[in-house]
């Protein structure tokens, strides 16, 4: 094996023993990046299996898919290469009847097809150099981020702003890039919602031109409202939040160097302590003009807990980051801004905006470092009481080595630990059918031990965490580290 120095000294989520993860490409060896060994090694194969072997019992009226996306090099990469660069790859475990089956799929995007008739990587990634006359652009849309699932289907969706593609949510073939027949003509950003009562799917996108941002709302009937949302420069906001009269767009003080841009074509976010933090309340089918900022400590935040109204209030509650500075290690050589910017630090956090008063509040719920939160579908845009996060180790950067369940009544946790080097995947809820209860369901995430590189899908009651799995169903392959999941109802 080459010799892997800066692999090796995040070397946590290797196997112990050194062995080289199952099912990777050869490709990897020759490249020192710890996005492309152990835990984040890449996956050659498109495989299924059906009637998994199960540990414990799956519950008789789990019925569904839990499908996690996530980005996984189909080729070796051009330059650097940086963990969000990947490959869309969509991995599913479908329950029916007490039993399991799973598969998994690439997300054929148009630069997926390009660049497999080429037979090589033909973009480079996020670290660039850029090279604007690629088709479609610079940077390859993967739709490696995030799943909707929405009206029969899952949409594949890219944190830069792509375009969604509609995958079966049960074969998991990709059926094309989702227009809404012809109505929506932006790209919109990975977390887009979907408003349980209505129906509404609630989208923004972000891009390095003005107005820098825009947002709006695909009804189902299909016909779609669109405002354009001033900023001040190009941002790099990564959530929104819905609550039913309205949402809330992010504006952190996290923004590219335009002169380094501008000279060297590198890409470095920098945080800017000295600048506020701004969201912006904008009534749901409300335009640019409509939407009213409130100003917060500066910060930033990935993904967004959950929103509600209450009285003259709007609250939000999120996983924040309170510095973004990079602190790049001078051994990790051209990866250091990586590997610091994904070394996540965040805590649960409260905001709030008076919109009659302007009164802002804030403050946060819990200490620990936890990410990927996941509610109860049917509780978005409304007060609830119940999350489950991952829980992130520093040592190990964007890893997941516990199931935490918060309260969010006031920032209490219980938690279940994965295990030694064994480490898990965002975990979204699946509701018990007829269940009236907030936490009445199943969670679901996929676990990998480093130790023989065995992959599991583990089923959790949501009500006890402490409890563990209630079933564990074994995979037929390692399941890289990856991005965000979804549960996919059955019916
Ligand atoms: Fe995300």
Known sequence: MTDLPITRRYAKTLSPAGARPTGAPDWIEAIDNPYLHGLYAPVVDEVEAD?????????????????????????????????????????????????????NRYVRTRGWQTEGEQGAAVWPGVLGPFDFSLPGGPLKDTANTDLIVRDGQALALWYESGRPYALDPRTLETRGVETFDGALKVPISAHSKVDPATGDFVFFGYGLKPPFMWYGVVR????????????PGPRRPHDLGVTPN????????????????????????????????????????????????????????????????DGDWVVMLGCRQPDLHLHPDPRDGKLGSMLSGLAIHANLYRWAMNLRTGETQEGPLDDAHTEFPMIAPGALGR?????????????????????????????????????????GSEAPFAPRPGATDEDDGWLLTFVTDVKDWSSACWVFDARDVEAGPVAKVKLPRRVPAGFHAAWAPGA
């Open 51 to 103: 009637d998994l072997p199960v540990l414990g019992e799956l519950p008789r009226d789990l019925f569904g898919s839990y499908l996690r996306n996530g980005p996984n090099p189909r080729f070796a990469p051009l330059n650097r290469y940086h963990w969000f660069d990947g490959d869309g790859m969509v991995h599913g475990v479908h329950f029916e009847d007490g039993r399991a089956r799973y598969r």
């Open 383 to 423: 007060r609830n009481r119940w999350a489950w996060h991952q829980q992130i180790p520093h040592a190990v950067p964007a890893t997941f080595d516990a199931l935490v369940k918060y309260d969010l009544t006031d920032g209490s946790a219980t938690r279940y630990r994965y295990g030694e080097g064994v480490y």
């Open 220 to 231: 189902p009937d299909g016909s779609v409202h669109r405002a354009d949302v001033e900023l």
């Open 246 to 309: 309205y949402s809330i767009l992010h504006d952190f003080p996290v923004f590219f160097d335009d002169d380094l841009f501008r000279r060297t074509g590198k890409r470095v976010p920098l945080f800017h302590d000295d600048v506020p933090t701004r969201y912006g309340v904008i009534p749901r089918f409300g335009d640019g003009a409509d939407v009213r900022w409130f100003e917060f400590a500066p910060c930033y935040m990935l993904h967004v807990v959950n929103c509600w109204e």
